[in-house]
């Protein structure tokens, strides 16, 4: 497991700041249609808590807060934070104050407009701040792009790829006849969707034809060596430490110059190699020992600190790793920066926030599949994708992105998140009459069972991904 501090801090502090203004939304429309909220916790606070604005040396500094009608604190679980609203079954299963003849504050006494708008509050709420984060980013810092015609060595292409009719140094300038707007690893999505992509190739535009049964974007994602990937110096951005480069030596930064006496620049270079060890093992007569004699290789490499190279003799895992990730910075090219006044950052961010909604949502389909399944992952995942050092620009970036996935995961119908309680007070318009008591606990338990499963399979991911290789 290889997460430092700084990355869960900012995992931390992104999930604090959303979760507060996640329960800020439903409390603010409950307070706006004058309806009494019990609690407002961030974090949740079973059978004890860290902070409350009830506890005795609190009261005694601040004796107003006695009289507060809502009690505001801070719990020890940062599985999300919540708000109790007086006269709604929620994931406290307080139902004892049904019991009692509804009152005009309570959420149960308010028309079913009034209810739903303080059910979606919090994804309102979290969509509005992805938005102003990405408006705030594109007005403070503006855009960099690298526009596709720019990148002169052009791509590289695996064997299915080659297939399906693309060519080394093709670069795709559209998919189904619409100009790209740059390069970023999110080509991926769209490229996955498209009927038709546009190459230039030696100079002329030329169409390739996807054909139906091409790889999703799971499949990928998965492929190695990539479908598609950019002429990108063989240069290491992390060396794991429990994997074989490391172990020889290799550290963060350092350069791969050879391969079993085979020179090497770019990562593609690599991978043209590594296939002829694939085509070795692909061969009916390949034993154990052929296997173990091909995972093991002569490197030559650089590292940053270092006057001269270093040679090292590799053993390879089972899956053909030597444990390093890639930088994938490409050859240096011409981009362009956009900056944006106050008012084009508007739209501009925006449009960026609802692609990037639109994506994720469409991604969601996936997760549905045995291989998406294995794709979802909890916080270890979530702090991973937080650079090791602090960047308040990659820090915004990704707390306006999990600002969206809280938002489309909360109103999903299912029952005890935002979305379940949506789907009771459409059956609830439809109908005319609200469910029972009894249906609305029952709707809970189950809510709360589906959410434990996706929590036990996200951890599970999780575990194999970090935790395993860590210790073993």
Known sequence: MNISFVQWMQLLVSL???????EGGHFGFSKLFKVRVEKFFMFFDYKFHLFSTRDKWFTRLFP??????TEYGIGWIPLGGYVKIS????????TEQLKQE???????????????????????????????IYCGLMYFVGEDRLPMRNITNGFVYNQEAQVIGFRNGDIPVKFDGEEIKGWSPAIMQDLSKASEVTVLRDGEEVK??????????????????????PLAYSKVKEATKDGAAYKAGMRDGARLLAVDGTAIQYWSDYDSLFLRKQDVLSLKSCTHADSVRQRRMTIVFQNVDAAQPDTAVLQLDEEYRMGVLRDLD??????????????????AGLQYGWHTLVSYVD????????KGAKQVGSFFTMADIFPKAWDWIRFWHLTALISIILAVMNILPIPGLDGGHVVILLYEAVTGRQPSERAQVWFEYIGMGIIIALMVLALGNDIRRFLLPWLF
Not at 16 to 22: A, D, E, G, P, W
Not at 208 to 229: G, K, R, T
Not at 363 to 370: F, G, I
């Open 102 to 132: 509804a009152k005009p504050d309570e959420f149960r006494s308010q028309p079913v407009w009034k209810r739903f708008l303080i059910m979606v509050g919090g994804v309102l709420m979290n969509l509005i701040t992805a938005m102003i």
């Open 87 to 94: 006269g709604m079954v929620d994931e406290s299963l307080d």
């Open 16 to 22: 604090s700041l959303l979760i507060v203004l996640h």
């Open 208 to 229: 390739v034809v996807m054909p139906e049964d091409a790889p999703d974007l799971l499949d990928l994602m998965e492929m190695q060596p990539p479908f598609i990937q």
């Open 330 to 347: 490409m050859v240096d090219y011409e981009t362009q920066h956009i900056s944006y006044s106050l008012l084009s950052s508007i739209p």
């Open 64 to 69: 107003r807060f006695k009289k507060n009608e």
């Open 363 to 370: 991604n969601l389909r996936y997760v549905a599949t045995a």
